[in-house]
């Protein structure tokens, strides 16, 4: 005999759509028929068990939620900047489900300050969009600190380690989560007192991954938290954008990289321009606008080198790597979040139990990722020595 679950057809639909997702695309998901579905937002069908669990897994939401008879107050999602006229811009499951995993992290954090008083909010300052961008981001590097040399040894997947700890070290959250195609470079958050920052795991060069973070750090700081594409038309994306240029290639660091003599004489080529962006840990077309900003180039020269550039050629398919579980962890969790939560549990102001759910990791893990965590911060430490 098939188990039933007496719910509110209300509240399974109001789940539904507030992941965007139409009743064929939450069927599929919940491996189900749609008229299944239909039928259980129309007041015919109860759920089965499974079917009830599988709901709480796909619209991301407690079972006790789903059990409310009414549809609760509900979190908007992060302000949208991805649009310069206002028009508003869809958004895909993949992406509201990264958001939505994120903020159940972030949420935890809170509560976890409320039991542990080791856990305390970062105290970031406030800027303002009347700033420039320019001197706030050269500013902010003195801040944090990364000399250039340092900047011009490393690789880009080494740089985006060393900058993402030392985000982290600040208190913000900073997650490396797979977003849906075409839909945001990243995303931040600000809901409560312990910000976040959410970079598209399809991003695959480390260069756009560290302007990203360094534009979504500029969105925390002037308050203005949401979901970015770095449009350019967009006042704050713009500001963001220049932020994250002056804090990834000062005026010193491009001169590093560039006889800014011979550039009177003419426009760097694609292959001076490739050679200055692996030094400098960015993109071709990143250092190509930062030469515009700084006007050793002439205007629309980013455009025109923009226009020269391919897309990076599709990963061929074959098997993945082994990579040990701990170093998959952290790159999507990264270490201010984990590290948090296993810093309490090891004060033992919160259980294994406890643990294992803010983390979503079985406690199996909780050894080695608590020893690679250890182990970074004592690399970061001796690198700023």
């Known amino acids: 005999m098939v188990t039933r679950i007496p719910i509110a057809?209300?509240?399974?639909?109001?789940?539904?759509?507030?992941?965007?997702?139409?009743?064929?695309?939450?069927?599929?998901?919940?491996?189900?028929?749609?008229?299944?579905?239909?039928?259980?937002?129309?007041?015919?069908?109860?759920?089965?068990?499974?079917?009830?669990?599988?709901?709480?897994?796909?619209?991301?939401?407690?079972?006790?939620?789903?059990l409310r008879d009414t549809p609760p107050a509900d979190r908007a999602l992060p302000k949208d900047f991805r649009s310069f006229d206002g028009n508003?811009?869809?958004?895909?499951?993949?992406?509201?489900?990264?958001?939505?995993?994120?903020?159940?992290?972030?949420?935890a954090l809170a509560a976890l300050a409320e039991v542990d008083e080791a856990v305390i909010a970062p105290n970031l300052p406030?800027?303002?969009?009347?700033?420039?961008?320019?001197?706030?981001?050269?500013?902010?590097?003195?801040?944090?600190?990364?000399?250039?040399?340092?900047?011009l040894s490393f690789t880009p997947s080494k740089a985006f380690t060393q900058w993402r700890q030392l985000v982290e070290n600040m208190g913000i959250s900073v997650y490396v989560e797979p977003m849906g195609e075409d839909d945001t470079r990243g995303v931040s958050l600000y809901f409560n007192d312990f910000p976040a920052i959410v970079i598209d795991k399809n991003e695959r060069l480390y260069g756009a991954r560290l302007f990203t973070l360094f534009h979504e750090l500029a969105h925390l700081l002037v308050r203005q938290a949401g979901i970015s594409n770095l449009n350019g038309k967009n006042s704050v994306e713009a500001f963001c954008n220049k932020f994250s240029s002056?804090?990834?290639?000062?005026?010193?660091?491009?001169?590093?990289?560039?006889?800014?003599?011979?550039?009177?004489?003419?426009?760097?080529t694609i292959q001076q321009l490739e050679f200055a962006a692996a030094k400098l840990c960015v993109t071709i077309s990143q250092i190509a606008l930062r030469l515009e900003q700084l006007e050793y180039v002439g205007d629309g020269?980013?455009?025109?080198?923009?226009?020269?550039?391919?897309?990076?050629?599709?990963?061929?398919?074959?098997e993945p790597?082994?990579?040990?579980?701990?170093?998959?962890?952290?790159?999507?969790?990264?270490h201010n979040f984990p590290g948090t939560v296993l810093d309490s549990l090891g004060r033992g102001e919160i259980d294994t139990v406890d643990?294992?759910?803010?983390?979503?990791?079985?406690?199996?893990?909780?050894?080695?990722?608590?020893?690679?965590?250890?182990?970074?911060?004592?690399?970061?430490?001796?690198?700023q020595e």
């Open 9 to 66: 057809p209300e509240v399974i639909k109001w789940a539904r759509e507030r992941n965007n997702l139409s009743v064929s695309e939450a069927a599929e998901l919940l491996k189900c028929d749609h008229q299944t579905l239909q039928k259980i937002e129309n007041s015919e069908l109860m759920p089965s068990a499974g079917l009830f669990r599988r709901m709480s897994d796909v619209y991301l939401l407690p079972e006790a939620t789903l």
């Open 301 to 318: 020269y980013f455009k025109r080198i923009a226009s020269q550039l391919k897309p990076p050629a599709p990963k061929k398919k074959s």
């Open 355 to 383: 643990a294992s759910r803010m983390l979503e990791l079985a406690p199996t893990h909780f050894k080695p990722v608590k020893t690679e965590l250890d182990a970074r911060r004592a690399e970061l430490v001796n690198a």
């Open 321 to 334: 790597p082994k990579i040990p579980f701990k170093y998959r962890y952290l790159t999507a969790a990264g």
């Open 126 to 151: 406030i800027h303002s969009l009347k700033e420039s961008p320019d001197k706030l981001g050269a500013t902010f590097r003195k801040q944090i600190g990364f000399e250039v040399v340092d900047q």
């Open 246 to 268: 002056a804090f990834l290639m000062p005026v010193e660091a491009v001169q590093s990289v560039f006889d800014l003599e011979k550039l009177q004489d003419g426009e760097p």
């Open 88 to 107: 508003a811009v869809s958004l895909s499951y993949e992406t509201i489900a990264t958001i939505r995993r994120v903020e159940a992290r972030q949420d």
